[in-house]
């Protein structure tokens, strides 16, 4: 077992514990950890490296996958469950993708693999210390006081101290990016970019080149260099939602990139190294995709190492009254109005008994129509135009006019603002008097219903 290289070092010098059978691949972490000014530890084995846990409290950890008398999976157990908080880094060997898989699903920070790159690892140890000064939690926009969401917010915390590729599964409007990006902002990568991408949004042909980059006259059209979706995320976290409508094609060239950590931009002829992290999302069954052929298990596997699950707003309805009194207090806030409406009980009512099939995004919408319906004080059950309300619409066509009732309203609301700008000659001060709202108000309207 070896001691303490730079023994006479500063204590607070972080200090890094590295378990290796292979005396090279130890020297080679000791001297490369040593450069970047860190104090480190070795051991040939799980015994030796128990030993060193118990006698010294520790940064950082590099362990082997095999050691003589265990595992890497072992030692990441161990340390999860007696020194928690302390990020351990596996080294597999090159390719061995399910080995670093698993490493991730037992709770390693991140793994590093054979032959060792040195330029990956330094981002690693940079990565990892920073764990050391992350901040407090806090709610970060995640509102509720329901048991599932106590739930989220601690797997969030646990997550953001962790490299794995996470994937997020729910409903629609249940706050999939939201999560995303407090696992971001709550990791070290926090102050690099947080870039999220829809999968579904981007034209077939042109994915390689919008995820790589591609260089100048790579195909018809690319009059410059072009740097991608993965390295505008250097050093933080790409977000990869609805990555269920990716092609197979698309699929393919993604596996690769995660796998190698390095993307070749279309036209070049070498890869160019990135330190990324991938966060997916879909509120689609990959599983089912994966079973039917229209979604590769390798990927499948690689990107959901730990799924998230995102409670729909049925599994939380005690939180409706604190969501619905954040969201008027933004809209007050958006349309100038010095106090944020208030909900009849009646209304509040309303709202706990409704489905909400598209949880806090439909009920965001509800309520900013209701805001606009309501005579700025108070919002009744009324003024909610919740789907089922309002007088009754008979025959086949009923659900699709139910459902059209708020493109109805806009439109409505549309022409009243129209034919007030005509009177006023667009003057929006005069206008905004017209209509009995704010300038403030009346400039957000026009925004939101795209009046030219």
């Given at each position: 077992?070896?001691?303490?290289?730079?023994?006479?070092?500063?204590?607070?010098?972080?200090?890094?514990?590295?378990?290796?059978?292979?005396?090279?691949?130890?020297?080679?972490?000791?001297?490369?950890?040593?450069?970047?000014?860190?104090?480190?530890?070795?051991?040939?084995?799980?015994?030796?490296?128990?030993?060193?846990?118990?006698?010294?409290?520790?940064?950082?950890?590099?362990?082997?996958?095999?050691?003589?008398?265990?595992?890497?999976?072992?030692?990441?157990?161990?340390?999860?469950?007696?020194?928690?908080?302390?990020?351990?880094?596996?080294?597999?060997?090159?390719?061995?993708?399910?080995?670093?898989?698993?490493?991730?699903?037992?709770?390693?920070?991140?793994?590093?693999?054979?032959?060792?790159?040195?330029?990956?690892?330094?981002?690693?140890?940079?990565?990892?210390?920073?764990?050391?000064?992350?901040?407090?939690?806090?709610?970060?926009?995640?509102?509720?006081?329901?048991?599932?969401?106590?739930?989220?917010?601690?797997?969030?915390?646990?997550?953001?101290?962790?490299?794995?590729?996470?994937?997020?599964?729910?409903?629609?409007?249940?706050?999939?990016?939201?999560?995303?990006?407090?696992?971001?902002?709550?990791?070290?990568?926090?102050?690099?970019?947080?870039?999220?991408?829809?999968?579904?949004?981007?034209?077939?042909e042109l994915m390689e080149?919008?995820?790589?980059?591609?260089?100048?006259?790579?195909?018809?059209?690319?009059?410059?260099?072009?740097?991608?979706?993965?390295?505008?995320?250097?050093?933080?976290?790409?977000?990869?939602?609805?990555?269920?409508?990716?092609?197979?094609?698309?699929?393919?060239?993604?596996?690769?990139?995660?796998?190698?950590?390095?993307?070749?931009?279309?036209?070049?002829?070498?890869?160019?190294?990135?330190?990324?992290?991938?966060?997916?999302?879909?509120?689609?069954d990959l599983s089912q995709?994966?079973?039917?052929?229209?979604?590769?298990?390798?990927?499948?596997?690689?990107?959901?190492?730990?799924?998230?699950?995102?409670?729909?707003?049925?599994?939380?309805?005690?939180?409706?009254?604190?969501?619905?009194?954040?969201?008027?207090?933004?809209?007050?806030?958006?349309?100038?109005?010095?106090?944020?409406?208030?909900?009849?009980?009646?209304?509040?009512?309303?709202?706990?008994?409704?489905?909400?099939?598209?949880?806090?995004?439909?009920?965001?919408?509800?309520?900013?129509?209701?805001?606009?319906?309501?005579?700025?004080?108070?919002?009744?059950?009324?003024?909610?135009?919740?789907?089922?309300?309002?007088?009754?619409?008979?025959?086949?066509?009923?659900?699709?006019?139910?459902?059209?009732?708020?493109?109805?309203?806009?439109?409505?609301?549309?022409?009243?603002?129209?034919?007030?700008?005509?009177?006023?000659?667009?003057?929006k001060t005069k206008a905004?008097?017209?209509?009995?709202?704010?300038?403030?108000?009346?400039?957000?309207?026009?925004?939101?219903?795209?009046?030219?």
């Open positions: 077992m070896s001691g303490l290289t730079r023994p006479d070092a500063p204590m607070s010098k972080a200090l890094a514990l590295i378990v290796d059978d292979e005396a090279d691949i130890r020297e080679l972490l000791e001297i490369t950890l040593s450069r970047m000014g860190l104090r480190t530890a070795a051991a040939g084995s799980v015994r030796e490296a128990r030993a060193l846990l118990a006698e010294h409290s520790f940064d950082l950890c590099f362990t082997d996958m095999r050691l003589p008398d265990g595992n890497g999976i072992e030692l990441v157990g161990l340390i999860q469950k007696k020194h928690a908080g302390l990020p351990v880094a596996v080294i597999t060997a090159y390719g061995s993708a399910q080995a670093a898989v698993e490493s991730l699903k037992a709770g390693a920070f991140d793994f590093v693999s054979k032959p060792i790159d040195l330029g990956q690892l330094r981002k690693l140890v940079d990565t990892a210390l920073k764990l050391r000064a992350t901040s407090e939690p806090d709610d970060g926009g995640l509102l509720g006081a329901a048991p599932v969401i106590d739930a989220l917010r601690a797997l969030i915390e646990r997550l953001a101290r962790s490299q794995a590729p996470v994937h997020i599964t729910g409903e629609s409007g249940t706050g999939k990016e939201l999560v995303a990006r407090l696992i971001h902002t709550r990791s070290p990568r926090a102050d690099a970019p947080f870039v999220p991408v829809n999968c579904g949004a981007i034209p077939a080149s919008e995820f790589f980059g591609h260089l100048k006259g790579s195909f018809t059209g690319a009059t410059r260099d072009k740097a991608g979706l993965f390295q505008a995320a250097e050093g933080g976290t790409l977000f990869l939602d609805e990555v269920g409508d990716l092609p197979l094609h698309m699929q393919v060239k993604l596996l690769r990139a995660l796998q190698e950590r390095a993307v070749r931009p279309v036209g070049a002829e070498s890869e160019i190294a990135v330190n990324v992290r991938v966060i997916s999302a879909t509120h689609k995709l994966t079973a039917n052929g229209s979604f590769r298990q390798d990927l499948y596997y690689r990107l959901n190492v730990i799924e998230v699950r995102t409670p729909s707003l049925r599994d939380r309805r005690e939180d409706i009254p604190l969501l619905a009194d954040a969201i008027l207090g933004r809209l007050a806030r958006e349309n100038g109005l010095e106090t944020a409406p208030k909900l009849e009980e009646s209304a509040l009512a309303r709202l706990r008994d409704y489905p909400f099939p598209g949880n806090v995004r439909e009920l965001e919408n509800v309520l900013e129509r209701a805001v606009t319906l309501s005579d700025g004080s108070r919002i009744s059950a009324s003024d909610l135009r919740l789907r089922g309300d309002g007088p009754t619409i008979a025959g086949p066509g009923a659900p699709a006019a139910a459902a059209d009732l708020e493109g109805q309203m806009e439109d409505i609301e549309r022409r009243a603002i129209i034919e007030a700008l005509e009177k006023a000659r667009y003057n905004a008097a017209l209509l009995g709202m704010s300038f403030r108000s009346l400039r957000y309207r026009i925004k939101k219903l795209n009046i030219e």
